[in-house]
């Protein structure tokens, strides 16, 4: 929904079911995301965002929890050129212990629009 001028929110529900290259099996799972995205100033804008979910692999019965959060600071250096700076943060928890995880990543870019 876009809020106001400056500023747009959203949240949304995900059930999939998918198919996993290592395992013959179907992961059935579920994901609610919301996030907000902000113009800060004429040309930076800002955004966060934030993810809770579960999953099961239906034959091997592995139970997998799934959160995250994420924000970015974009920069409009020019008028087809945008700079990004970015963190995520992710986390699995799993009743199979080799699957869980917790996984931190900041990405600096440039991209290009034409």
Do not use: C, M
């Amino acid at each position: 929904d876009q809020t106001s001028e400056k500023e747009s929110v959203n949240l949304s529900f995900t059930q999939r079911y998918s198919t996993s290259p290592s395992t013959d099996d179907v992961f059935n799972s579920w994901r609610l995301s919301g996030g907000v995205n902000r113009q800060l100033r004429k040309k930076v804008t800002g955004s966060a965002s934030a993810f809770y979910g579960q999953g099961k692999y239906v034959s091997l019965n592995i139970k997998d929890q799934l959160i995250g959060i994420s924000s970015s600071l974009g920069y409009d250096i020019s008028k087809n050129v945008r700079g990004n700076l970015s963190y995520t943060y992710s986390q699995t928890a799993s009743n199979f212990n080799a699957r869980e995880y917790r996984k931190n990543a900041v990405s600096l870019g440039i991209s290009t629009e034409f």
